[in-house]
């Protein structure tokens, strides 16, 4: 007799990410749905993993993270954020920004509370809501007069806010539609949530892919935000390698302290060798990452420009390396079945956006990720520009 399985996620099935390049890769289509760029990690990046891969560096890491990378994170929050963070308590290294979403999660719901986020909102949230037995509610990004900037409305925020209030997530720079924060945000913000008794957490992936000479501001800038702030970031994201699944959690000593009880027990310690690499790189190459906002700048203004004859319907992307069409003039189809069915017919895959939301509001909208060459690019809208 075979045991019932009685799932704790009943309703949820395959991530459209893995959906979406899976039609992608079956029909041979362009791939521009999943997020991750077309070109390498820079050489030397690669050479300072091969070099530790070869002198003694593969074996289990300290819990937290190689003291060398700690380093290097501190060093670079205290340069871009003005956050001097201590090494020893305050940085947590994760098997990527997805465990380290889960991790935090995990560390603060407890079972009935309840949880904000954001819509569109990033698809691993709820089901880490759910699976610590939290309640989630979704609070939809105000749309501009124009139809094309999303924004935080905080006064439906503010009303989403109860006494069971645990969490509220956010995600800036935004992935999918590109939404960055501004210093009058963080303030609004921290007004918001002055007098509840509830934390924030910050997926903060994107932070070095902003554009058009505006600033990340991380709500570790801001000082009362940071004292209830768990800060997620992406080193798959900052060096194009999102296939390494390496990232960080930055918290105060408190929060760090509850964050590493469930870190260590869902990777325990992050890939040593690739530790002691990026922090090499980190140390040596700063200039890297203060280049990502003019290299993907150029993507982005790359694309756009091959779409302008297109009947799409855009304003570029501030963040990210996703761009946002509307496709309202050329059908009314709903967004997954067009994307679906482009993949098939036309060849261009792309991210539907109502998927990441409680209900529709984002109408006829498809996430395109130009991180890919310029070759790539002009096949991709000489197709678009023909629809």
């Known amino acids: 007799m075979k045991p019932e399985i009685s799932s704790k996620l009943p309703d949820l099935g395959t991530t459209i990410f893995t959906v979406m390049s899976q039609l992608a890769t079956e029909t041979g289509a362009i791939n521009l749905s999943q997020g991750f760029p077309s070109f390498d990690p820079p050489d030397t990046l690669i050479n300072r993993i091969q070099w ?155 932070e070095h892919i902003v554009f058009d000479g505006e600033p990340h501001r991380s709500l570790a800038s801001h000082d009362e935000l940071w004292q209830r702030s768990m800060i997620i970031c992406s080193f798959g994201k900052t060096f194009h390698a999102t296939g390494w699944k390496l990232g960080y959690c930055a918290a105060p000593a408190h929060l760090s302290v509850e964050f590493r009880k469930v870190h260590q027990f869902t990777t325990f310690s992050v890939s040593t060798p690739m530790q002691h690499g990026i922090a090499d790189f980190l140390a040596s190459d700063p200039g890297f990452y203060e280049s990502l906002p003019s290299f993907y700048q150029q993507k982005r203004d790359r694309f756009c420009e091959l779409l302008a004859p297109s009947r799409f319907k855009f304003q570029p992307a501030r963040s990210t390396f996703f761009q946002i069409l509307d496709y309202s003039d050329i059908t009314d189809e709903i967004d997954e079945s067009l994307a679906k069915r482009w993949t098939r017919e036309i060849g261009v895959a792309s991210i539907p956006l109502t998927v990441f939301c409680e209900t529709p509001f984002t109408g006829m909208r498809l996430r395109f990720c130009f991180a890919k060459d310029d070759a790539t690019l002009e096949k991709a809208a000489k197709i678009l520009c023909e629809l």
Request: hydrophobic letters at 35%.
């Open 52 to 206: 530790h891969l070869h002198n003694g560096a593969n074996q289990y890491a300290p819990m937290p993270g190689v003291p060398s990378l700690r380093e290097a994170i501190a060093e670079k929050t205290e340069r871009l954020q003005g956050r001097k963070l201590d090494v020893d308590t305050e940085i947590t290294v994760c098997t990527g920004a997805t465990e380290g979403l889960f991790s935090a999660i995990t560390a603060i719901v407890r079972t009935g509370d309840e949880v904000v986020i954001l819509d569109p909102a990033y698809d691993s949230y709820e089901p880490a809501i759910e699976l610590a037995g939290g309640i989630t509610r979704r609070v939809p990004l105000r749309i501009d007069e124009n139809g094309s900037d999303f924004h935080p409305d905080w006064q439906r925020l503010s009303d989403a806010i109860s006494d069971k209030t645990r969490l509220i997530i956010l995600n800036f720079p935004h992935n999918p539609t590109g939404a960055i924060l501004t210093a009058d945000d963080l303030d609004k913000l921290a007004e918001l949530v002055r007098d509840r008794n509830c934390y924030l957490l910050s997926d903060e992936v994107y």
